[in-house]
């Protein structure tokens, strides 16, 4: 039987899409989203189940204003993702409230569009203290461009409940830079707390050439049990009228509370069948994987597959 929550959830969900139906016919102001469930299957369990549901809903209110929000129902829990405005003028913009704040390949489509069925160890253990890289924030995040160089920097609340909006208090400042040059992007990143007894810094790095992508993320957690890690991914695009593409990863983190350092390599295939529907189908092998939660829960080692279903709007 679904909980309450789920079903306040759903409601919600339906209640915006009728929203969106009524508003989307108007000029000004509009509304865009997305609406996607998740189905997975590994060689440790028999048959399939439901992953996760998510969506989102962004509103352009006026030619500068514009909201996003975005949430989530895992069946066991449920909570909001991404809540937040934006201001936008000229080459500068401000968003503020509960968002992914920008600190390496850290958005939505960077973490699930990408033909693996989890995401990278390195973002999902605690980094520094209680800090992971994969999470939500409240706060504020500014970001200006000048030709190819983005800067962003915000300031935020990291330790939220699930359908917190505002920042309570804020307790760790962002600074991130990307700068692009030819197939090239190039990024680095720091976060630290406001008292500066936690810090991570961080690198990425992303290649483009035809029908290959690379690219990566390193990070150094300076403090309390700081750890370090870095992954690499390869994704390429089969040269045919058929949407498939063939990954590849590899995974080091390293942390003081472990005896050896965690590996994991994950090779996998990605078809995408119509805008509708996705499947992936990974493998994956390494060393010490118990020392992660994560790793463990996600079932990372062995086969993996998940089907995405998909409708925007």
């Excluded at 200006?144 to 920097?153: H, K, M, P, Y």
């Excluded at 995974?251 to 295939?269: A, H, M, N, Y």
Aim: glycine share 10%.
């Amino acid at each position: 039987m679904p909980s309450p929550s789920s079903i306040g959830h759903l409601n919600l969900i339906l209640g915006l899409s009728v929203l969106s139906a009524v508003v989307c016919a108007q000029d000004q102001p509009s509304i865009s989203g997305v609406i996607e469930t998740y189905g997975v299957a590994n060689s440790n369990i028999r048959g399939g189940s439901q992953q996760m549901s998510w969506a989102e809903f962004r509103a352009r209110v006026s030619h500068n204003w514009s909201v996003t929000w975005s949430g989530y129902d895992a069946g066991s829990h449920s909570g909001y993702d991404e809540s937040y405005a934006r201001y936008e003028l000229d080459n500068w913009s401000i968003r503020a409230g509960r968002l992914r704040t920008s600190f390496g390949f850290s958005d939505w489509s960077e973490l699930f569009y990408n033909g693996f069925n989890h995401k990278p160890l390195i973002r999902e253990m605690n980094i520094v203290g209680k800090t992971r890289l994969d999470r939500d924030d409240a706060g504020a995040e500014f970001t200006v461009n000048s030709g190819a160089l983005q800067l962003q920097a915000s300031a935020v609340q990291t330790q939220l409940t699930r359908a917190q909006v505002g920042a309570s208090g804020i307790d760790h400042g962002t600074l991130t830079a990307q700068y692009g040059i030819g197939p090239f992007i190039l990024g680095a990143e720091a976060l630290w707390a406001t008292d500066w007894t936690q810090k991570v810094y961080g690198a990425n790095i992303r290649y483009t050439i035809p029908h290959w992508i690379f690219k990566g993320e390193y990070f150094e957690g300076v403090g309390p049990t700081g750890a370090s890690g870095s992954y690499i991914d390869a994704t390429y695009r089969l040269p045919s009228h058929l949407r498939t593409e063939i990954v590849a990863r590899t995974e080091r983190v390293r942390s003081p509370r472990w005896d050896s350092d965690i590996q994991l390599e994950t090779i996998g295939i990605r078809h995408i069948f119509n805008r509708f529907l996705s499947a992936n189908v990974n493998y994956g092998w390494g060393k010490d994987l118990g020392y992660s939660f994560y790793a463990t829960s996600a079932n990372v080692s062995g086969w993996t597959g998940q089907l995405l279903f998909q409708v925007q709007f």
